[in-house]
């Protein structure tokens, strides 16, 4: 069965330091991988995905995330927090034969101080 | 393009009562879903659809259950309410692999 793990369900991060958010993937074929954003009463928003090639995906609003199939890995990152990144953030995967139907971690609230 | 709108916003149900939860997508989506989010749990997948008349189960779903007679709606039905369906509720479309997420219903079932 497919789970998708994200470590740490609260991260507090000054402004203007790095956010890291770790996601790992349990799947002995790599999916497809996607991060998502939300913000206080609202949908959830697209980050960032990886479906194939370069393992390093640049999404929205400066966030990037590396694939690592070894690792079995997706962690999200920006160099440089901003007050408005703060939101919960999703890491969810595909796999490919599943009619695209989302698994989703827990979710990662991050707050941001100033 | 409006995208994927849901109505109502908020709702509280009294238990036993019963409701529709509406969805509609204007991107001409097949697939179509239904999650719910509780807190610290991510979101569940209820019910989807892969196209107007064909629907199917997702991970939690007991308690619901959906139609499509069109690509543009997919209704979510709420018979005899619980407590334990006190959540709030997304549906999504998509044509591949990218998800488009409408704003919620905050349910209450009280």
């Known amino acids: 069965a497919q789970s998708v793990t994200q470590l740490g369900s609260h991260v507090s991060v000054s402004e203007g330091a790095l956010v890291l958010l770790r996601c790992n993937y349990s799947?002995?074929?790599?999916?497809?991988l996607f991060w998502y954003v939300q913000y206080p009463n609202q949908g959830l928003q697209l980050l960032l995905k990886y479906t194939t090639g370069a393992t390093l995906v640049k999404g929205i609003n400066g966030f990037e995330a590396e694939f690592k199939k070894s690792e079995t890995s997706f962690h999200l990152t920006k160099p440089s927090a901003h007050m408005s990144d703060a939101a919960e953030y999703f890491c969810a995967v595909i796999l490919t034969d599943s009619w695209g139907k989302l698994q989703f971690g827990a979710g990662t609230q991050v707050v941001v101080t100033p | 393009n409006a995208g994927v709108t849901q109505t109502p916003k908020f709702r509280i149900l009294k238990i036993g009562q019963s409701m529709t939860l509406q969805c509609a997508q204007d991107m001409n989506h097949n697939y179509m879903y239904w999650y719910r989010q509780d807190p610290g749990m991510g979101l569940k997948l209820i019910y989807y659809?892969?196209?107007?008349?064909?629907?199917d189960k997702g991970e939690v779903p007991n308690g619901y259950n959906v139609s499509r007679s069109t690509t543009e709606d997919f209704p979510l039905r709420l018979e005899l309410a619980a407590p334990s369906q006190t959540s709030v509720y997304f549906c999504a479309s998509s044509s591949s692999y990218e998800q488009y997420f409408g704003p919620g219903t905050r349910l209450t079932v009280t």
């Open positions: 799947s002995s074929v790599p999916p497809y």
């Open positions: 659809s892969v196209g107007a008349g064909i629907t």
